[in-house]
Each structure stands twice: as C-alpha cells, then as structure tokens.
C-alpha cells in the first residue's frame, strides 16, 4: 500500500522558518523523482521544488529559489522541503508528490499524492 505522509506544516510569521518532511512508504522510493506542490487558495496547484532519485538534481519554481530548499534521504525513504524567509504569498496546502516506475517495469508511469498539510504565513 502506497503511502505519502506529510508533516511540519502550522502557522509561522513572515520571515520565518518551517521544514515540511514526507514520509514515503509502498513504493521503490530511491528511483522516484519526488516534488512538493502547493495550492493556495483559489488557485491552481503549481510545483513548487523537485528532486531526483538519487538527489542529483533538483529544480525550484521562481518564486522560491533562493528561500527553499528541498532534500531527500533514501535510506529512510523521506523526503524534506526547507523553507525559510517566509512570505504570506507562500500560505497553502503542500502536498508530496512521488513520479516513477517500478524498476524493470516499461510500461507504467505512477503518480501518487499525499493528503497535503497547511501553511500558513500571517503575522
């Protein structure tokens, strides 16, 4: 059974800082590309970072380079997102995303979600 867990999230003011951590499970979580999105409300969710597998190479949406950092750990199968600076225009739902296939299988493309937490940044 597939499973994506976030914590970490809550109430912080501008400036500050919070570390959101996922915590995969039921999957090959070391070949996945692991990303954290956000929707704040009335919008779309948009990507926010991204990892590979290994951790080779990661990639930030604009409006967080610089402040955000995301990392994994694929000895406990987690994946974390640093966030720091903190605007009130970085308030919303996270959710963790894992994109892959299961090694030796060509044919399917999987895409889970966890249930996302809530950020808010107010003061």
């Known amino acids: 059974q597939v499973r994506l867990v976030e914590s970490g999230g809550g109430l912080v003011q501008p400036g500050g800082s919070l570390r959101l951590s996922c915590a995969a499970s039921?999957?090959?979580?070391?070949?996945?590309?692991m990303s954290w999105y956000r929707q704040a409300p009335g919008k779309e969710r948009e990507l926010v970072a991204a990892?590979?597998?290994?951790?080779?190479?990661?990639n930030y949406a604009d409006s967080v380079k610089g402040r955000f950092t995301i990392s994994r750990d694929n000895a406990k199968n987690m994946v974390y997102l640093q966030m720091n600076s903190l605007k009130p225009e970085d308030t919303g739902v996270y959710y963790c995303d894992a994109t892959g296939s299961e090694p030796g299988d060509l044919i399917y493309e999987y895409d889970y979600w966890g249930e996302g937490i809530q950020v808010t940044v107010s003061s």
């Open positions: 039921g999957f090959t979580f070391s070949v996945y590309v």
């Open positions: 990892i590979t597998g290994a951790g080779g190479s990661t």
